[in-house]
């Protein structure tokens, strides 16, 4: 493995998209949190960019295969990560207080095409007995690399090298926040619109009883709500449906922002969740992103999952993980998140490939966002 940095190609590729006019359209806190870029004249962000710093993430330099090609200056990688800091159900702090990565979303945006493609990591991805090369796991999934790493100075890199490794997929720019930031920027903006696919509920471990959180329809969801919402994994296929509710949560955000918010609004929101994000985007990659973005609609945005099924690895037996199928996932990969000319074959990711699914693997066709339903179809 040889250090390769990819900072000269993307800096030329969102140099030149940063020639647009500047004219406001969303802010960059929209895109941490909904997939699309934010836009916000020069001003306006300098009152809030001493706020986004690498912080507790660190600086990034990810590791990369010389044998497998970068695809030049067609794509542009950003990683998006929510992490919780919060202590779990049972009152244990995830990772001494160093957050475990709640939601990980590679976002890609190809720009031959004008679209942009959004991969959703299960959060229980298995990984395999070892986290990193003589780093053992606590629980063999994804969500603990940021924090358990090799790497405590740039945590950020146990994670973007943890993704190279398994997908060979490069990481350009990142962007972390906070998850309580979901809750303070739905209560700033005074809720947003979203269609609800299924009953929302809980289901008590000792008794069984279910009780009806959210119900199905479409409802103006506030902060606490949606927290309910997007952390909710009481469902038979647990965090892979969980994802699946969460991209009717971004859509609904896209839409809420498209069609409801003016200027003041969205630097309202961004002065208060600004606090939670980290990021290596400094203010000329920003307007690149939001560039790019004024070009592309929703249903240019496709998202989907990664396939696979629940496991329960030997090493972790009191662990239920979402073990990958590597060569779905490659055909996967390579159909959208790769040059057609280039595609790299299954036996190159690193994909543990001792596991049984029990219960079947679940494989998504993904959809755009436009697709997604709005609760009137």
Not at 148 to 160: S, Y
Not at 196 to 214: F, K, Q
Not at 221 to 245: F, M, S
Request: aromatic share 10%; glycine share 8%.
């Amino acid at each position: 493995m040889n250090s390769n940095q990819t900072g000269s190609s993307k800096k030329s590729f969102l140099g030149r998209l940063a020639a647009s006019p500047l004219y406001v359209k969303i802010l960059l806190a929209v895109l941490v949190l909904v997939l699309i870029a934010a836009g916000v004249v020069a001003y306006l962000y300098s009152q809030v960019a001493g706020v986004f710093d690498t912080g507790d993430a660190g600086s990034l330099s990810q590791l990369t295969d010389e044998d497998i090609e970068a695809n030049g200056e067609r794509f542009y990688n950003l990683l998006l990560v929510g992490i919780d800091y919060d202590s779990d159900d049972e009152g244990r702090d995830y990772a001494e207080g160093k957050g475990m990565t709640d939601v990980i979303l590679y976002v890609q945006i190809d720009r031959d095409k004008d679209s942009i493609n959004v991969l959703q990591i299960p959060r229980d991805s298995y990984v395999g007995e070892y986290i990193a090369e003589g780093v053992p796991g606590n629980t063999g999934k994804i969500n603990e690399v940021y924090a358990n790493g090799p790497d405590q100075t740039n945590r950020i890199n146990n994670l973007a090298n943890k993704i190279y490794e398994m997908f060979k997929l490069p990481v350009d720019n990142f962007v972390t926040i906070d998850m309580n930031a979901f809750k303070t920027l739905l209560n700033v903006m005074g809720g947003i619109q979203m269609y609800v696919p299924w009953d929302i509920v809980h289901t008590d471990s000792v008794t069984g009883e279910e009780t009806l959180l959210v119900p199905q329809g479409t409802h103006r969801i506030d902060g606490d709500t949606a927290e309910v919402i997007l952390r909710n994994r009481n469902y038979a296929q647990a965090d892979y449906k969980r994802l699946e509710t969460q991209q009717y949560f971004y859509a609904a955000l896209v839409r809420t922002f498209l069609e409801e918010y003016e200027l003041a609004d969205y630097y309202t929101a961004c002065k208060n969740i600004a606090y939670y994000i980290n990021t290596d985007l400094d203010i000329t990659e920003i307007w690149g992103l939001y560039a790019t973005m004024t070009q592309v609609e929703p249903s240019d945005i496709y998202i989907v999952r990664l396939p696979g099924g629940g496991y329960t690895s030997p090493a972790f037996p009191k662990q239920s993980v979402y073990a990958l199928d590597r060569d779905a996932t490659a055909e996967l990969l390579n159909a959208h998140f790769r040059d057609p000319d280039m595609p790299v074959a299954a036996e190159k990711l690193e994909i543990p490939t001792d596991v049984e699914w029990p219960y079947g693997v679940t494989s998504d066709p993904g959809k755009t966002l436009g697709d997604v339903n709005d609760g009137s179809q």
